[in-house]
């Protein structure tokens, strides 16, 4: 379940030893990166577009870049744009 790799990631990442881009648990094999099912109502699609917003703004990796090993972090970044991408193209669909 991605979630549960998410929290394992903030956990491993606010530890003491840098991790790696392949830490990360990339939501880009999934159906949707937002978790948006066909079967969500209205509210839920857009909560779960807001929470992936959320989760994958490029502003909100300062502090989690910080734990990341200095020769990834370029490559983490762009790899965050990409999945906002997708979340912003996922919302222009079902937003």
């Known amino acids: 379940d991605f979630d549960a790799a998410w929290t394992s990631f903030e956990l491993k990442v606010s530890g003491a030893k840098p991790c790696r881009c392949s830490d990360i648990p990339w939501p880009t094999s999934?159906?949707?990166?937002?978790?948006?099912?066909?079967?969500?109502?209205?509210?839920?699609k857009k909560?779960?577009?807001r929470a992936a917003l959320v989760?994958?703004?490029?502003?909100k990796w300062g502090r989690i870049l910080d734990g990341?090993?200095?020769?990834?972090?370029?490559?983490?970044?762009?790899?965050?744009?990409?999945?906002?991408?997708?979340?912003?193209?996922?919302?222009k669909r079902h937003g």
């Open 30 to 44: 999934l159906k949707t990166v937002s978790g948006i099912e066909d079967s969500d109502s209205a509210t839920d």
């Open 47 to 49: 909560r779960k577009l």
């Open 55 to 59: 989760r994958w703004h490029p502003d």
């Open 68 to 91: 990341i090993e200095k020769d990834e972090q370029f490559l983490v970044m762009e790899r965050v744009k990409e999945v906002t991408q997708r979340v912003l193209d996922e919302k």
